[in-house]
């Protein structure tokens, strides 16, 4: 697989862990893969497989192609409707909107 598939795949695995609030610990045990092997798949000098693939999604609450984009392709526009439609999910949850309400007063 082509080196910079794998590091955009990697970038976007850790930024969305991140963003999520997992350490590389609690993930890795959370897909069922060792530290090392996260590591390496967050660097770009590994890959998953299929069911670790769906194991990520599953747990980042994503669909698997969110994990293959590219954000530098993005232009603003893209990033400010994605970011909309995201937020229009925490309608209903006061504790997300209470938290995202936070985030964004720190800006």
Do not use: H, P, W
Not at 38 to 56: D, Y
Not at 65 to 90: G, H, P, Q, W
């Amino acid at each position: 697989m082509g080196s910079e598939i794998c590091k955009e795949f990697g970038n976007n695995v850790k930024r969305l862990r991140k963003a999520a609030g997992y350490s590389q610990e609690s993930f890795a045990e959370m897909i069922d893969i060792g530290t090392t092997s996260l590591s390496l798949i967050e660097t770009g000098k590994g890959f998953v497989t299929a069911k670790t693939l769906s194991r990520i999604a599953d747990v980042l609450d994503v669909d698997v192609s969110r994990l293959f984009v590219c954000i530098k392709d993005k232009n603003t526009e893209d990033f400010y409707n994605n970011i909309l439609s995201k937020v229009a999910k925490f309608k209903n949850n006061k504790q997300k909107l209470l938290l995202l309400d936070a985030f964004l007063n720190a800006l």
